[in-house]
């Protein structure tokens, strides 16, 4: 399965709905898409995992990227994933802790 | 030569090119390796994560320019009293970590979530060749 992104705003921030497999093939593709709304100016960004069938450690990677790309300009990168296949890696490598993780859009949104 | 699989009476063996669009095949390939195991679906889950990481590892994400290079990436599984899998490749830039394929992507250490993952894992460098080899109990 390839990547799928689709991006909105809402609320002050920009959200990408991310389906697919997020590995050494795909990864690229979400970290240009993230470069791409960050030079526009979209410094809150909110990436919802919810469709994602793999991530590996290149998609660790591009996350991790991405929220020193948005903290840069003082924004934030949050992320919505209920899966506990995916919670695992963030875990095990650590970022559980460098990311805030919510269960859902409503909750991400309600972060500030 | 993208994804071959062979099958003797107790391995499965896949050989691809350093293409990382290859590499979900070798997934899933390996996820049905590890289901034929008879365990449940977080084992086939790791074992697709943790030989999906190597093979990532192995093939780069194109920055080394290794990409289309005749150095294929070979991945043996066999399944007996434990799932052994052997991932294989040859040419340059496999040296041990600190190279430019294997340096950390902003802050993540290649290697950190295959250690995480599993508690039988060995890197081993031989000259020109570097095997990632990782074991799970079955049974």
């Given at each position: 399965?390839d990547?799928s992104?689709e991006?909105?705003?809402?609320?002050?921030?920009t959200i990408?709905e991310?389906?697919?497999e997020?590995d050494?093939?795909?990864?690229p593709k979400?970290?240009?898409?993230i470069?791409e709304l960050?030079g526009e100016g979209?410094?809150?960004?909110?990436i919802?995992?919810?469709d994602v069938d793999?991530l590996?450690s290149?998609?660790?990677?591009?996350?991790?990227g991405?929220?020193?790309?948005?903290?840069?300009?003082d924004?934030?990168m949050q992320?919505i994933?209920n899966q506990e296949?995916?919670l695992k890696i963030?875990r095990?490598?650590?970022?559980?802790?460098v990311?805030?993780?919510h269960?859902?859009?409503?909750?991400a949104?309600?972060e500030? | 030569m993208?994804?071959?699989?062979t099958?003797?009476a107790?391995?499965?063996?896949?050989?691809?090119a350093?293409d990382?669009?290859?590499?979900?095949?070798v997934?899933l390939?390996?996820a049905?390796?590890a289901?034929?195991?008879g365990?449940?679906?977080?084992?086939?889950e790791?074992?697709?994560?943790a030989?999906?990481?190597a093979?990532?590892?192995?093939?780069?994400?194109g920055s080394?320019?290794r990409i289309?290079?005749d150095d294929?990436?070979t991945?043996?599984?066999?399944?007996d009293?434990?799932?052994?899998?052997d991932?294989v490749?040859?040419?340059?830039?496999?040296?041990?970590?600190g190279?430019?394929v294997?340096?950390?992507?902003n802050?993540?250490?290649p290697?950190?979530?295959?250690r995480?993952?599993?508690d039988?894992v060995k890197?081993v460098?031989?000259g020109?060749t570097?095997?990632?080899?990782?074991?799970?109990?079955v049974?």
């Amino acid at each position: 399965m390839d990547l799928s992104l689709e991006t909105r705003h809402e609320d002050g921030h920009t959200i990408i709905e991310v389906g697919g497999e997020i590995d050494v093939y795909t990864a690229p593709k979400l970290r240009d898409k993230i470069t791409e709304l960050v030079g526009e100016g979209s410094y809150n960004i909110v990436i919802d995992m919810e469709d994602v069938d793999f991530l590996d450690s290149t998609g660790l990677g591009v996350l991790v990227g991405g929220l020193k790309k948005v903290r840069a300009h003082d924004g934030s990168m949050q992320l919505i994933c209920n899966q506990e296949r995916l919670l695992k890696i963030f875990r095990i490598t650590g970022l559980a802790k460098v990311f805030a993780i919510h269960g859902s859009q409503a909750d991400a949104l309600a972060e500030r | 030569m993208p994804g071959r699989p062979t099958r003797t009476a107790d391995e499965v063996r896949v050989s691809i090119a350093r293409d990382p669009a290859l590499v979900r095949t070798v997934r899933l390939v390996a996820a049905a390796v590890a289901r034929r195991a008879g365990r449940d679906e977080e084992f086939v889950e790791e074992v697709r994560l943790a030989v999906g990481e190597a093979c990532a590892l192995m093939v780069g994400d194109g920055s080394s320019g290794r990409i289309g290079s005749d150095d294929a990436v070979t991945v043996a599984m066999a399944l007996d009293e434990q799932l052994q899998v052997d991932v294989v490749a040859t040419g340059p830039g496999n040296e041990p970590p600190g190279n430019v394929v294997l340096a950390d992507v902003n802050g993540i250490e290649p290697w950190a979530l295959l250690r995480a993952l599993i508690d039988d894992v060995k890197v081993v460098h031989n000259g020109a060749t570097t095997m990632v080899s990782m074991a799970w109990p079955v049974g």
